[in-house]
């Protein structure tokens, strides 16, 4: 087996030189997390709301952005299994335009994989689902070079209003197979862990040291894929996640599609 690959330091995620203790009322209005875990390891993940401060695109880029969203919607209209054809047939291809976010497939190899997605490394993920497949399945499908995960929710099931990305209950296809049911959740004290240890991390693959994962556990060693996606936005009720790829054609493909019925 290959040694484990360990992120090298990155300035901007460097932990406090002495333990900071917060109190429970603190730690929900803090603009960093800077919480020590019960292994030691500080967590310096920050809050991504507090990026507001941050200038958002301008309303001519905004304008275009939609513009070029609105394409990908079109393939999201027609689903034989309640799934757009071009997921079932892999088509290659989408319009570009959407904001960039990182996304980390992550967990144990016997146990099921679990999708981050971050504003970037060094936030708190802003949306933690649980997928309907084990980390080792997911591998293996994305050795093949060609994944398209889709996910479901019921308008009608829906207990209120709520945004897309927050809808608790998802059925889930895998590369036009029914894989069960993904489940969003909040971040465990281990999530946030792993978070920490790959915020020097923006793309790549591979398996968390002993340290940050028991690889004596029953469920195996934590393995972990992380990259940019490109989030389109096709309507309030269809959102894509497409990987970016920098090998361009060499490496594999992975589309995540979001869509309430």
Same mark, same amino acid.
């Given at each position: 087996?290959?040694p ?5 330091p ?5 932990q406090?030189k002495?333990p ?5 009322e ?5 603009t960093t997390s800077?919480m ?6 500080q ?9 507001k401060?941050n200038?958002?695109?301008?309303k001519?880029k905004?304008?275009?952005?939609r513009?070029?969203s609105a ?10 299994? &309640?799934m %757009?054809?071009s997921v ?14 990182? #996304?980390? =497939?992550?967990?144990h190899r ?6 981050a ?5 060094r ?9 309907a ?5 997911l591998l293996?499908?994305m050795?093949?070079g ?7 929710s019921d308008?009608?099931s829906?207990a209120s ?14 590369n ?7 489940a969003? &959740?909040? %971040?465990?004290?281990?999530?946030l862990?792993?978070m920490?240890?790959?915020c ?5 693959? #591979?398996? =968390?040291?002993?340290?940050a994962a028991?690889?004596?556990s029953a469920n ?6 992380r ?7 096709g309507?309030?009720d269809s959102e894509?996640?497409?990987m970016m ?8 493909e ?8």
């Amino acid at each position: 087996m290959a040694p484990p690959i360990i992120p090298s330091p990155d300035p901007h995620c460097s932990q406090p030189k002495s333990p900071v203790t917060v109190s429970p009322e603190r730690a929900t209005t803090m603009t960093t997390s800077t919480m020590a875990s019960p292994t030691g390891q500080q967590i310096t993940l920050q809050d991504p709301s507090h990026k507001k401060n941050n200038k958002a695109a301008s309303k001519p880029k905004k304008l275009l952005r939609r513009f070029r969203s609105a394409f990908n919607s079109i393939s999201l209209i027609n689903q034989p299994c &309640r799934m %757009p054809a071009s997921v079932l047939h892999g088509g290659g291809h989408h319009v570009h335009g959407g904001a960039t976010v990182t #996304g980390t =497939l992550f967990g144990h190899r016997r146990a099921r994989v679990s999708l981050a997605i971050q504003a970037n490394p060094r936030c708190l993920p802003t949306l933690l689902l649980e997928l309907a497949i084990p980390t080792s399945k997911l591998l293996q499908e994305m050795g093949s070079g060609l994944v398209r995960i889709a996910l479901e929710s019921d308008k009608n099931s829906s207990a209120s209003a709520c945004k897309l990305m927050e809808e608790p209950v998802w059925t889930m296809y895998c590369n036009g197979k029914k894989s069960g049911y993904a489940a969003r &959740r909040e %971040p465990s004290e281990q999530d946030l862990q792993t978070m920490q240890m790959l915020c020097a991390v923006s793309m790549g693959a #591979g398996v =968390l040291p002993s340290e940050a994962a028991d690889q004596n556990s029953a469920n195996g060693e934590l393995a972990y894929v992380r990259a940019y996606f490109e989030r389109i936005i096709g309507s309030k009720d269809s959102e894509t996640f497409y990987m970016m790829n920098p090998d361009a054609n060499s490496g594999p493909e992975l589309s995540i599609f979001f869509v309430r019925i």
